[in-house]
């Protein structure tokens, strides 16, 4: 199977029965990607649910009558912030078989790379640096993350940190 929208449906889930899939724990705990976010609450009222849902889905796949998210973990948070009923269901798109682990990671890598690149949630290069270099594997002859096949998988016109950090607009100082 590969990732695509071909492989899902649209389910509704209760939001207290989701949980985070094994790599996307693993990427969260070597830099957690919140503190990219700003710190306030988000202003959605719950009337804006599922245009946020729409526009910035959740994406997962069902695991023991639980919910492992694998993409749309700030649309997560802001629905879990703004709403203390646990029983509230929204709805996601759900595969409808699990990816393998690779292809989960890849597209959390892709969600939160392009959230941070090009959402532009933080400009500070040595901590956009600390969360790329903590969240993608650098090819053991790469000079950068950049240069990485994992990273070149992704996005492979940022192929240099001069190019990524023209196209963020900062300086390349500590990335």
Same mark, same amino acid.
């Given at each position: 199977?590969?990732?695509?929208?071909?492989?899902?449906?649209?389910?509704?889930?209760?939001?207290?029965?989701?949980?985070?899939?094994?790599?996307?724990?693993?990427?969260?705990?070597?830099?957690?990607?919140?503190?990219?976010?700003?710190?306030?609450?988000?202003?959605?009222?719950?009337?804006?649910?599922?245009?946020?849902?729409?526009?910035?889905?959740? &994406?997962?796949?069902?695991? !023991?009558? =639980?919910?492992?998210?694998?993409?749309? #973990? *700030?649309?997560?948070?802001?629905?879990? %912030? @703004?709403?203390?009923?646990?029983?509230?269901?929204?709805?996601? &798109?759900?595969?409808?078989? !699990?990816? =393998?682990?690779?292809?989960?990671?890849? #597209? *959390?890598?892709?969600?939160?790379?392009? %959230? @941070?690149?090009?959402?532009?949630?933080?400009?500070?290069?040595?901590?956009?640096?600390?969360?790329?270099?903590?969240?993608?594997?650098?090819?053991?002859?790469?000079?950068?993350?950049?240069?990485? %096949?994992?990273?070149?998988?992704?996005?492979?016109?940022?192929?240099?940190?001069?190019?990524?950090?023209?196209?963020?607009?900062?300086?390349?100082?500590?990335?």
């Amino acid at each position: 199977m590969s990732v695509n929208l071909k492989n899902t449906s649209i389910r509704e889930v209760n939001i207290n029965s989701f949980e985070f899939d094994t790599e996307i724990k693993k990427i969260i705990s070597a830099a957690n990607p919140m503190a990219i976010c700003r710190n306030e609450k988000s202003d959605f009222n719950l009337d804006n649910v599922e245009l946020l849902l729409t526009a910035f889905p959740i &994406i997962g796949y069902f695991k !023991k009558g =639980k919910f492992l998210l694998c993409s749309g #973990l *700030f649309s997560f948070t802001t629905i879990v %912030q @703004m709403n203390k009923d646990s029983a509230k269901k929204i709805n996601v &798109i759900a595969f409808n078989e !699990k990816p =393998k682990p690779k292809e989960i990671r890849q #597209l *959390f890598l892709t969600y939160l790379a392009s %959230q @941070m690149i090009n959402q532009f949630y933080i400009s500070d290069s040595s901590h956009i640096g600390t969360l790329l270099n903590a969240w993608f594997i650098k090819d053991e002859n790469a000079k950068s993350i950049q240069a990485s %096949q994992e990273w070149q998988s992704l996005f492979p016109n940022l192929n240099t940190k001069e190019v990524l950090t023209k196209h963020i607009g900062i300086r390349k100082r500590n990335l």
